[in-house]
């Protein structure tokens, strides 16, 4: 037996057994993530990066980007990061694919400011505490791990050197605000810009970040500007400044010189950090080197080092009692092949939380990590994966906080060759210019539609980020970062004119108004409304505000203002005339000597007209007495008419009246023959031709010669409209005769928009699949019908029908169609948007892990293990030389996700795969081979032909606890004496020291 063998035996013997292997998912390249239970109860949620996987690494996160102070969820810091370009691999410009994240460190719950240091994609961020007892969690350009001790920033390890002068200049800071004789240096990371105030700024521009260094290790930049009494200087992606007043700010003013280059020196000295009783701290040099740092978090306990549990201490050091309680807990651990982000679930009676120590032993024990530090726990603990929260912080949702750690796939580098350094180029509308390519960066301005500049020469330039191309530009003097879709190089074409501009409108309350403008010119126009000159969005009353129509709808007194269009191109722009919106009053409308109490002229009741209908028959007019209505005066109008073939009456305008405002004109009438009929009518915007008479609602007419009430309304064109009291004979003579008394005009009720009864409800469909959505709505007829996809108008064809009616179909769906969707419901009042409705697409059935290849012994066991994502549930169908397989036998989890082979002959030599089926179909996994040799020896379970070291390895990581968990298929081979639970025991433990031998020597036959 060799030494070695035997001493890890004994250590198995005397201590805790191992915990049995779990089930890691592949999340990333090279990232995978468990969840765990442990006693307590404890639920826990790891991921895990492999170390030498080339394209992932670690980085940091600041809420915001913003190390002046600020709180966001790790969840949303993490969304930041994502397709953010890193400086990974020593240049900028691949990006990062954020797999993974978890709170960061601690920080003041007020400010949002950190408590340590931090160190974020190479740019020293934020400084540690000199002689602060712990720093934090590092990870280096050259993927080593560890976690800084007690450090210190020493004036001769610190400082600017000045090339041009060979002068160096003390850093006294990072990150934060100058104090008197002060230099600090402000990164990208602290926010847009300096604080406010008069001191002397010099930006630099970085060949890298400002790397922590030793030795005689700098980073160096270029100086851009210098500039005096100031403050407010903006920090671009890939600058830093240095700022300073007093005789600090002095020194820096004599040093600087636009052009020359600085180097920064940033050499942390380290000492060892405390005790477990929380003693002796910052006593002795480790020696640890702390340059090329690429990520750095600040960190507390160092509860796991190098393979110890260090217990703390809190009756020595009572402030040691947060490590000792039971508390929802953020970690990092590591060990030579993995880093780990560790998160336990607390303060619930499904997990009640972990104590450093107990952390640290079952970080040791199921991880097998050497190391673990402490971050930010309680309610701030929170793991994202994938976009997504999976653990349960104890606030009830997640929390707020100043940093975050992540782990990233990055991205390779794309860029665009669209245009050239010197080019000159137009903006395509207002364009946002940034600090830095990506949306990430804070905006320096938002450049006017046809501004013209030039693409200045950057390395990265045209860099994708965040969705789009990104070009270095120079807009007269205004240096910044635009996407490519907002720039175009085209010279020479015609830039928009404006052909029809908008007209004035006036309507009345609650009615809507619709502006158009009409313009021409080369490629595509686009436009934007204004209201008083400032720019409009579609929502509340206002839709179309970036197309030819703008639509005002349920207007009111604050939609009365001054309209105008600004249409452009690519070579310009045009702006159209202004034109106003009247709101009318909603009062009631004058009608005057509606009652003819008020004298008459030749018959005619005074304020009132007569008029006759061609062929003109002869007409009498007469104000009468006798037999007026019972609830009228004691005078009527009353109109003869001769002729069968034309007609008469009186008429008048009626004034003060609202635009798409609805009156109810009523009064009375009769006539005095069979052969008369009255008839009222109304022009809906004032006129002196009956033709534009129109009848009112319902339409009021009558025969009788007694007195009759009428009433009808009728909605306003204009500001004042014309009621026509008509008389029509059906013979001759003059005692054909119509009269009418007591006419009145009341009401202003504006007519309504719309009213959605029914909106569309969300959809989320198989690929391939129908979506349906329907709108219910009522309101004035006719109701018209719009659907939208992103507030864009649909049509029919394609994908698309029903595009104008209550019900929308999208056949065939694809990613093309995952889009916001609503409906627009007008009628002559306005419009109504329903709400929005999402069409998402169903997961569809993908392998994320293939079963690998398997090579057993005879009668030995093999698993094939394959991982599925899809819709709903998902099941699983092994088969053999692809026909199905059925539990029994040799075989068994034929309809899960592992496939056991038991007692393996060479019957079971064939290719293995799994059909797994879901919401959306089914997916087929590659098939792996089976390869069934010659009996092994006991014991022999990398089957090498001897039974050593490495084989009790494998039988170390199956023994059991003493309460025994449910068998790990992995382990059966290890199950020797062949415990019907299928337990590895000391039992086992013995009958394998029975088979030791070593290399070349074979094993016991019995």
């Not at 001790?149 to 050197?161: F, L, P, S």
């Not at 700024?201 to 890298?208: D, K, T």
């Not at 306003?716 to 409209?721: E, N, R, V, W």
Request: with cysteine; aromatic share 8%; hydrophobic share 35%.
């Amino acid at each position: 037996m060799k030494p070695k063998v035997l001493l890890a035996i004994l250590f198995v013997i005397s201590g805790q057994p191992a915990a049995g292997l779990g089930a890691w998912v592949v999340v990333g390249d090279g990232i995978e993530y468990q969840a765990f239970t442990a006693p307590g109860p404890n639920n826990l949620f790891v991921t895990r990066v492999t170390r030498s996987t080339p394209n992932a690494t670690i980085d940091t996160s600041i809420a915001y980007d913003r190390m002046a102070g600020a709180k966001e969820t790790v969840r949303n810091q993490a969304a930041r990061q994502d397709d953010a370009i890193t400086w990974w691999g020593g240049s900028w410009g691949a990006r990062n694919q954020v797999v993974a994240a978890i709170n960061g460190g601690f920080y003041n719950v007020t400010t949002g400011v950190i408590d340590g240091g931090q160190i974020q994609s190479g740019w020293y961020a934020h400084w540690f505490a000199d002689k602060g007892a712990f720093s934090g969690f590092a990870w280096k350009t050259d993927r080593t791990a560890f976690h800084g001790e007690c450090v210190d920033h020493t004036a001769a390890k610190v400082y600017v050197r000045f090339v041009s002068s060979g002068a160096n200049q003390t850093i006294d800071g990072i990150n934060r605000n100058p104090g008197s004789s002060d230099l600090v240096i402000f990164t990208p990371q602290y926010d847009n810009r300096t604080p406010s105030g008069t001191r002397t700024e010099v930006l630099v521009e970085m060949s890298r970040p400002n790397l922590t260094t030793s030795g005689a290790g700098y980073s160096a930049g270029t100086i851009r500007s210098v500039a005096q009494n100031t403050g407010s200087t903006w920090i671009p992606f890939d600058h830093l400044v240095l700022s300073a007043d007093g005789s600090a700010g002095t020194t820096l003013r004599n040093n600087a010189t636009v052009g020359s280059q600085v180097r920064i020196f940033q050499e942390l000295i380290e000492t060892n950090e405390p005790t477990v009783q929380g003693t002796n701290a910052c006593q002795t040099e480790t020696g640890v080197n702390w340059s090329n740092v690429f990520a750095s978090i600040n960190s507390n306990y160092h509860f796991l080092k190098n393979n110890v549990v260090r217990v703390p201490d809190a009756v020595a050091h009572p402030s040691y009692q947060g490590y000792v309680n039971l508390n929802p807990r953020t970690a990092i651990c590591w060990n030579p092949g993995y880093v780990f982000f560790v998160v336990c679930d607390g303060r619930s009676s499904q997990s009640v939380g972990m104590s450093c120590a107990t952390l640290g032993e079952w970080a040791k024990s199921t991880l097998g990590a050497t190391d673990g530090v402490n971050l930010d726990g309680g309610g701030s603990s929170t793991m994202v994966v994938n976009g997504s929260v999976v653990n349960n912080p104890s606030d009830g949702s997640e929390r707020s906080v100043c940093n975050g750690v992540m782990m990233v796939n990055v991205q390779p580098k794309l860029q665009s060759a669209q245009f050239t350094a010197g080019q000159t180029v137009h903006t395509l509308g207002p364009a946002n210019c940034r600090l830095g390519p990506g949306t990430n960066y804070g905006i320096i301005t938002t450049l006017s539609s046809g501004a013209q500049g030039a693409i200045l020469t950057h390395a990265i330039m045209g860099v994708y980020a965040k969705g789009y191309y990104w070009w270095k530009c120079d807009f007269g003097g205004t240096i910044g970062w635009v996407a490519q879709s907002l720039l175009t190089a085209t010279p020479g074409a015609t830039p928009p004119s404006i052909t029809q501009h908008p007209s004035n409108q006036t309507v009345s309350p609650g009615g809507t108004a619709a502006f158009t403008v009409t313009a021409t010119g080369d490629g595509t126009l686009s436009y934007l409304w204004q209201k008083n000159g400032s720019n409009l969005a579609d929502g509340g009353h206002y839709s179309g505000a970036t197309t030819a129509t703008l639509t005002i709808s349920s207007a009111d007194g604050n939609d009365v203002a001054s309209y105008r269009c600004v249409v452009w191109n690519a070579y310009g722009s045009a702006t159209s005339n202004p034109a106003t919106l009247t709101v009318t009053t909603c009062s009631a409308p004058t009608l005057v000597n509606g009652d003819f109490e008020g004298g008459n002229t030749g018959g005619v009741g005074n304020d009132w007209t007569g008029y006759q209908r061609a062929p003109d028959p002869t007409t009498v007019w007469s104000i009468q007495t006798a037999s007026p209505p019972t609830e009228g005066g004691l005078q009527y109008q009353q109109i003869a008419n001769t002729s069968s073939t034309g007609g008469g009456g009186v008429r008048q305008d009626v004034t003060g009246c609202g635009v798409g405002a609805t009156y109810t004109i009523a009064g009375w009438m009769r006539t005095n023959s069979a052969s008369a009929t009255c008839t009222v009518k109304c022009s809906p915007s004032a006129s002196t031709n009956w033709a534009t008479a129109v009848d009112l609602s319902p339409p009021q007419t009558t025969t009788s010669n007694a007195w009759v009430p009428f009433s009808g309304t009728v909605t306003a064109a204009g500001t004042s409209m014309t009621i026509w009291l008509d008389g029509q004979t059906g013979g001759t003579g003059l005692n054909k005769a119509s009269c009418f008394d007591s006419i009145t005009v009341t009401g202003c009720t504006p007519v309504a928009a719309p009213t959605i009864t029914q909106q569309p409800a969300t959809q989320n469909v198989c690929s391939g699949g129908p979506a349906v959505f329907s709108v219910g709505a009522t309101g004035e007829a006719p109701l018209s019908f719009q659907w939208q996809k992103n507030q864009a108008n649909l049509s029919n064809g394609g994908h698309y029908s029903g595009a104008t009616t209550a019900t929308l179909t999208v056949s065939n769906a694809d990613g093309g169609d995952v889009a916001s969707y609503r409906c627009v419901v007008s009628n002559g009042a306005g419009s109504t948007n329903s709400n929005a409705a999402n069409l998402t697409l169903k997961a569809a059935t993908a392998i994320t892990q293939h079963p690998q290849p398997q090579s057993v012994s005879a009668g030995g066991t093999a698993t094939f293990t394959v991982a599925a994502t899809g819709d709903g549930t998902l099941s699983y169908q092994w088969q053999k030389n692809s026909a199905n397989l059925v539990n029994g036998g040799h075989y068994s989890g034929v309809t899960t996700p592992t496939l056991t082979i038991s007692s393996a002959d060479s019957n079971d030599a064939a290719n293995y795969r799994c059909v797994v089926t879901a919401g959306c179909g089914s997916a087929t996994s590659n098939q792996a081979t089976l390869t069934v040799g010659p009996a092994s020896l006991p014991g022999d379970f990398d089957h090498d032909n001897d039974v050593d070291q490495e084989d009790f390895a494998h039988l170390q990581l199956c023994l059991d606890a003493a309460t025994a968990p449910p068998p790990d298929p992995n382990c059966a081979d290890a199950n020797l004496d062949n415990d019907p639970l299928g337990t590895v025991t000391q039992d086992d433990l013995m009958l394998f020291l029975q088979y030791i031998t070593g290399p070349g020597i074979g094993g016991n036959p019995d």
